[in-house]
């Protein structure tokens, strides 16, 4: 599984350009900084109140200083602090170019769920819904089967919504995914050590796949 | 605490026991505990005070935050984002015992925003269909359906800042910042805990965050009194 997420977090990090401002999700996205060459220099914005946000640091670790998870971070030169109302703002209002999110479910046409889970999981909605609703990019990252085998990628979601048609981007361990107008699931791209019978049995919404679909060799 | 006290609004946690009441709405600052006041935290704990009803932008964690007073369960109500980082919240609401209503994250600083600056509310698409939705209005205008989004106001705010004058003007410290000035705005009784109190006059006017005119009592803070989350992680 820890092998999945970082395969999962290396291929989104391809996905950032330079000088995006780009905000991460708790979970698998929190990872994908480390895959990010060190030549592209983008602007973390953290919902908690930073654009800028660096690396954790070494030392003199602030308690007053911390990503959306409470843990320790640094801020890069040129870094601002603003409070939540500015933070949301610049969310909701689509300044944000790039939202990479956790997600439990996708549905073919871009519904995301992935705050709730009744009678199980009840963490929140968080900044989700309002990630969702304004970044000009939205990117899904989600093993692509369950823990029972189950494929995450659905026709309707079964769990409860956090946002319809909203997300542009599916990347799992096996595929990556575009949905071009809140309509069509197109395959782009399948990962090292698959073939599309892998994906095809189980990626419950259907798709149609890409002219130029790339097919990924192990390396 | 400042040597004078011009405006009779330095005090200290004892006379601040007596603002922290049962059934009374409390805004809460901070963000999984960052921005949150330790010693106001105590101080609410201290008081007895039950059957509050929370509104801030978490649960906190068990040890951290508006988290060490929900596991006491007497708060009887919590509006928030989210409640992922404290699971005894969690056990709560499902065992009954705390009515939890969630909100999105900006959308909930917008309400608290919208109380304390004399508006009636906001419409938005956000959320619209989903289980958040819950029985807010619909308004449909211009072909467009919107939820509506009632403004937030408290009893009693408590704010966490990195300095004080005597006045109230407030200067926060970096991501402490958080929802802490729409606290201080849309509560009825505002109460800073501040790192340090300064003399009226020693802060830059164009630093201060919030005006000393939402703020009705000054505390001194005794410090962080909770590990973080990344301190019990590194033992």
Known sequence: MGDIRKIIARRAAAEIREGMIVN?????????????????????????????????????KDGNLSNAAGYPVSILPGGSYFDSAVSFGMIRSGYIDLSILGALEVSGKGDLANWIVPGKKVPGVGGAMELAYGAKNLIALMPHCDKNGRPKIVRKCSLPIT?????????????????????????????????????KNYTEAGFTISQELIINKEA | MAEKNTFNKCTDYKRIKSFFRDDMKLLFGGFGGVGTPPGLIDCLIDSGAKNVHLIGNDAGFPWIGIGKFIVLERAATL?????????????????????????????????????????????????????????KPV???????????????????????????????????KTARNNNPYVAMASKVTIVEAEEIVPVGNLDPEEIIVPGIYVDHIVTSTGINWKWIWETLEK
């Not at chain 2, 211009?142 to 407030?170: M, Q």
């Open chain 2, 79 to 135: 509006i928030a984002s989210h409640i992922g980082s404290n699971p005894v919240a969690g056990d709560l609401m499902n065992k009954g015992k705390l009515k939890i209503e969630f909100s999105p994250q900006g959308i909930l600083v917008e309400r608290i925003r919208s109380g304390g600056t004399g508006l009636d509310g906001f419409l938005t698409e956000i959320g619209l269909g989903t289980e958040l939705a819950y029985d």
């Open chain 1, 24 to 60: 991460l999700g708790i979970g698998i996205p929190s990872l994908v900084p480390e895959f990010i060459p060190s030549s592209v220099s983008v602007y973390f914005q953290a919902e908690n109140g930073i654009l800028g946000m660096g690396p954790e640091p070494l030392e003199n």
């Open chain 1, 163 to 199: 946002t319809y048609h909203c997300v542009n981007k599916i990347i799992t361990e096996r595929a990556v995914f575009c949905i071009i107008n809140n309509e069509e699931l197109q395959l782009e791209e399948i990962m090292p050590g698959y073939n599309l019978a892998d994906i």
């Open chain 2, 139 to 173: 308004i449909e205008l211009k072909n467009k359906r919107y939820l509506y989004e009632s403004p937030i106001k408290a009893d009693v705010g408590i704010v966490y800042a990195r300095k004080a004058d005597e006045f109230g003007n407030l200067v926060f410290d």
